[in-house]
């Protein structure tokens, strides 16, 4: 019954922007936290940020803070991640979560959705 579907990734040259989005149904979206996660060739997954369910309260990973903004849209059901001043080390697999706990742990979020990749060229 919950599907998350992310768009908006491709190729992008380094310096330049690009926005995600991930689109849930109207009940995922009032019960949880919604989170962006990656996963580079070779590498685990890591964090990149999130945001709460009440308040809209952000958090980022330091590798992105300052680049990447997350936000929500709750008349749509969709959360989004716009970045900036894109670097090569962004490449990856770019997967959106949700979950009742607003943590940086993959282990906290109860569905995820398929992923998009995101391609920085130097």
């Known amino acids: 019954q919950v599907q998350l579907v992310e768009s908006g990734g491709g190729l992008v040259q380094a310096g330049g922007s690009m926005r995600l989005s991930c689109a849930a149904s109207?009940?995922?979206?009032?019960?949880?936290?919604m989170g962006w996660f990656r996963q580079a060739p070779g590498k685990e997954r890591e964090f990149v940020a999130l945001i709460t369910r009440d308040f809209g309260s952000t958090y980022y990973a330091d590798s992105v803070n300052g680049r990447f903004t997350i936000s929500r849209d709750n008349a749509k059901n969709t959360v989004y991640l716009q970045m900036n001043n894109l670097k090569p080390e962004d490449t990856a697999v770019y997967y959106c979560a949700a979950g009742l706990a607003a943590t940086i742990k993959e282990r906290s979020y109860d569905y995820w959705g398929q992923g998009t990749q995101v391609t920085v060229s130097s």
């Open positions: 109207r009940r995922t979206f009032a019960r949880n936290a």
